[in-house]
């Protein structure tokens, strides 16, 4: 499979950027759990899922660190076992932003039910569409471009779950912080520093996206470039 120097400057920007977001987050998350709070994460995702009227949802603690999740199918905020036992501004932070997602699956959220009515495709593109792909390039070369455009097709299935996954992520966290600042848990400097840590976790989506999509940009004027030459 060949790999033009744009290909290459764009995944090794990418990867900069992408490692850059991650090391940030670790770092605030890191700084903001030595901040205290009076409550703990369990506390925090109990507390407002309750005031959210949410009481068939659960709260369980998995293991891991930055595992933390919300699961639709059966209605689980999944805690990291740091998020879940400990009083701190950056546990409550990523509690609340789960549970921000259990908010949304309960309002019928737009974005979050379209990635969620993606996701089957989703596996299926992400398990094929690099063999594809290759195949497709190769192919190209001698005038075939079929294949190639089935792998860009299937590529911008990745894409676009990416991309619908900002408005999730940037929603539920917008959702945490209202709440914790009217239900007083995070207030003033505590709140700037919730604030940061959930700014770094949306860039490791961000940037994500911005990848994937420049990827697939990459291949589609290759396959435009092939179409020109045949």
Request: with cysteine; glycine share 6%; net charge positive.
């Amino acid at each position: 499979m060949y790999f033009s120097p744009v290909y290459t400057i764009i995944t090794l920007a990418t990867m900069g950027a992408s490692r850059l977001a991650s090391m940030m987050l670790q770092k605030r998350f890191a700084e903001f759990s030595q901040v205290p709070l009076p409550v703990s994460g369990r506390d925090v995702a109990h507390q407002m899922l309750n005031e959210a009227g949410l009481t068939d949802v659960k709260v369980t603690a998995v293991r891991g660190q930055l595992t933390d999740h919300y699961n639709p199918a059966n209605k689980t905020v999944n805690l990291s076992e740091v998020v879940f036992t400990q009083n701190n501004v950056a546990a409550a932070a990523v509690a609340a932003h789960e549970c921000g997602h259990a908010i949304q699956h309960a309002n019928a959220y737009p974005f979050l039910k379209f990635r969620s009515a993606i996701v089957p495709l989703v596996k299926i593109s992400s398990s094929v569409n690099q063999w594809i792909l290759m195949a497709g390039l190769g192919m190209a070369a001698y005038g075939s471009t079929m294949i190639l455009l089935v792998g860009i097709l299937l590529f911008a299935v990745t894409t676009l779950f990416s991309v619908i996954t900002l408005p999730v992520e940037f929603n539920a966290s917008s959702r945490a912080l209202q709440w914790m600042e009217s239900s007083g848990v995070t207030q003033g400097e505590n709140h700037s520093k919730a604030k940061k840590a959930l700014f770094w976790a949306a860039m490791t989506y961000t940037v994500g996206a911005l990848a994937s999509i420049g990827q697939l940009f990459y291949f589609v004027s290759l396959y435009l470039r092939s179409q020109r030459r045949h």
